[in-house]
């Protein structure tokens, strides 16, 4: 089973992510509220793959996506953006996350582009 | 119960009113500071969450005022607009309907819209800093302002093991309070412990209800469980969920996870056949395995069934004949279901090989003990060839009892407290044979002494209750237990402890005289049976 870590500064977001995933079969490794708690969850619980939301509370999403590609290169991470922030799409894309998904989101388009992220 | 709509409903407007009560701090910050980066970058991120979350779940005039004011607030962010006072004002109302537009989800009123607000929010989103905009003065829609705090909390479990234990104390001492109430003839103190008795069992109740989490919660850790035990067993298996939003008490779903751990293992390793044999059977190379849970009034049905190879009558009746738990005869008369029930049995198993995952010797009748200590019932149904189901009856909430534990030949018993009324401990010599039963006189008063080994161990026909000399060492611990008035002495090996304990009815009886009231399950795992008092008295006034 491949295990997912979400990263959404709101709890209503991480659950609804949170229900999809598991209902389709993967384990959440950890969901962080914030930027901090993102690097660290990832180091600690290296999940097969980041769902990355791009405004966070402390760093913005691109901040953390950054960071975590510097220490963990081959990470997957998918970005979950809304209508709006193409820009910080594209900036996130070119710097080696996989995907996005934007809210709001169904759950099929969010188990799709999951399911892709991690046969890549 | 609730769904998950209902479970997202609440975690929305939960963190909503957060993000309006936050918002509300912060705009007033912003007053202070216009041009304050991360306070801006604070509300940006409030708004962008509440439209975002609002969008989702269906919330359209909440997500569309949250995305103007995001919008604004953008545009002062990127110094595009200045953070004047008639722009504060206007941002404030906004706000403002935001917080009444959330409160007014749970209500059943509906939230007029100011248009004249609306239009407002427009001009400023729309007009960039254009200095001649007029803005319309806004009849304010909230003139009370109410402070409200969030309707959810999260709350760790051992709080409300606590709640559950104290609410279990609680009961123990109103019963008392009730059966004192009756003795002392009181009317007065009659009404009020009636009284007490509603209010704690509702008490008890709402408690129970506090405590309900989603099956989910367990459900949702099988597919690994079940990736990991089929790639060991090199073989193919689907697992399909559903019902994973029922409701059922968090301690029994904590007590059926073993249970349920040990039949997916089982369905896996013994049930589903490897790819080749499947092949030859004709069936899908990958198996099936489903797991379900739904609600049937009081109770939560949970069915795991496979498709594999199901069970083998025969082989389940030869190795009941081998064990002698039935005649060879009336074996072949009984119908499949009774045959499974030996599968129930401690120690039985069919299995030859001993696996990483399945190992020989834990049976069946660890599963089936987890579930008669919840009050629960099992039952398999299975046709050879085409797969087993378990389908298991579980309480979708428990109810809890003081109780007095002891040992009788290393085994638990549990009598509840409110049948107990002393201990003693009394020398063999002061034991006297009279008749078919052993008597003691305990405080002045004559009452009869039960040796609870022959009792509960003893076949009938050989039960010599009468018998001092079958009874262990010198000094007898006797608990004196009283129902209906009358005493009854009850020799047991040790005594333990007190405790709350969830007792939950047996099934089906235990044998032709009922002396057990259910069963329960100790903290360390043990299964302990509950004496039923008024029964072996009972059985004892019948004896005479």
Redesign the interface.
């Known amino acids: 089973?491949k295990r997912i870590l979400i990263v959404d500064?709101?709890?209503?977001?991480r659950?609804?992510l949170k229900?999809m995933l598991?209902?389709a079969?993967?384990?959440i490794v950890g969901e962080a509220p914030n930027g901090q708690t993102a690097l660290e969850l990832a180091k600690e619980t290296n999940p097969d793959l980041i769902t990355l939301d791009v405004?966070?509370?402390d760093n913005t999403g691109l901040d953390v996506l950054k960071g975590i590609k510097a220490e963990q290169p081959d990470m997957k991470i998918v970005i979950v953006s809304?209508v709006g922030q193409e820009v910080i799409v594209n900036e996130a894309l070119e710097n080696g996350a996989l995907s996005y998904i934007v809210?709001?989101?169904s759950e099929e388009k969010v188990l799709e582009v999951v399911k892709k992220a991690l046969e890549e | 119960m609730k769904s998950r709509e209902q479970e997202y409903k609440e975690i929305f407007i939960a963190e909503a009113l957060e993000y309006f009560d936050a918002l509300n701090r912060l705009i007033s910050e912003l007053e202070k500071k216009p041009q304050d980066d991360q306070v801006l970058a604070e509300i940006f991120r409030m708004l962008h969450n509440l439209k975002a979350n609002a969008k989702a779940i269906g919330y359209l005039q909440i997500s569309d005022v949250s995305h103007k004011l995001e919008t604004a607030f953008g545009l002062i962010r990127n110094k595009e607009l200045s953070f004047s006072d008639e722009v504060v004002g206007v941002l404030f109302d906004g706000i403002d309907l935001l917080g009444e537009l959330i409160k007014s989800i749970d209500s059943e009123q509906q939230v007029e819209i100011d248009p004249v607000l609306i239009r407002n929010l427009d001009i400023i989103v729309d007009s960039l800093s254009d200095s001649t905009v007029e803005l319309a003065k806004v009849q304010k829609f909230s003139t009370s302002r109410n402070l409200t705090l969030s309707d959810l909390i999260y709350i760790q479990v051992k709080k409300l093991d606590h709640l559950m234990n104290l609410v279990g104390e609680l009961i123990i001492d109103r019963d008392r309070i009730l059966s004192l109430s009756r003795e002392l003839d009181n009317d007065e103190l009659k009404m009020v412990s009636s009284h007490l008795y509603r209010i704690t069992e509702d008490l008890q109740y709402s408690v129970m209800d506090a405590r309900l989490v989603s099956i989910g919660t367990l459900f949702n850790k099988f597919p690994r469980v079940v990736r990991d035990i089929s790639s060991a067993e090199k073989k193919e298996v689907n697992l399909e969920l559903s019902g994973q939003d029922i409701q059922i008490d968090r301690n029994i779903l904590q007590i059926m996870t073993d249970s349920l751990l040990h039949l997916v293992r089982n369905a896996i390793t013994h049930g589903i056949e490897k790819p080749e044999l499947r092949a030859k059977a004709g069936k899908p190379k990958a198996g099936s395995l489903q797991l379900s849970a739904r609600s049937d009034r009081e109770s939560v049905i949970i069915t795991l069934t496979d498709d594999g190879k199901g069970i083998d009558v025969a082989k389940v009746k030869k190795a009941a004949v081998e064990r002698h738990l039935v005649a060879a005869d009336v074996a072949d008369s009984l119908p499949d279901s009774e045959v499974y029930s030996f599968l129930f049995e401690p120690g039985f198993s069919l299995a030859k090989e001993v696996t990483e995952f399945s190992g020989r010797g834990v049976g069946l009748d660890v599963v089936k003990n987890a579930i008669d200590s919840i009050g629960g019932r099992i039952r398999i149904e299975s046709e050879k060839g085409k797969g087993t189901s378990f389908i298991l009856q579980l309480p979708t909430s428990i109810a809890v009892k003081g109780a007095l534990l002891f040992e009788i030949d290393s085994i638990f018993y549990a009598i509840p407290l409110i049948h107990t009324d002393s201990v003693v401990a009394l020398d063999k010599d002061e034991l006297h044979e009279v008749g078919e039963v052993l008597v003691a006189d305990i405080k002045g008063e004559t009452v009869t002494v039960v040796y609870l080994d022959e009792l509960l161990n003893m076949e009938e026909s050989q039960m010599r209750l009468g018998d001092k000399t079958r009874l262990k060492g010198q000094v007898q611990n006797i608990i004196i237990v009283s129902y209906n008035n009358r005493k009854l002495g009850l020799i047991v090996d040790k005594l333990y402890r007190q405790q709350d304990i969830v007792v939950k009815p047996l099934s089906k009886p235990l044998d032709s005289i009922d002396l057990y009231g259910g069963v329960t399950l100790l903290g360390t795992g043990k299964v302990c049976l509950v004496l039923d008092v008024p029964a072996i008295t009972k059985y004892f006034v019948n004896k005479r």
């Open positions: 089973m500064d709101s709890f209503y977001m659950t609804m229900n598991t209902d079969g993967y384990e405004i966070l509370p809304a809210k709001p989101f």
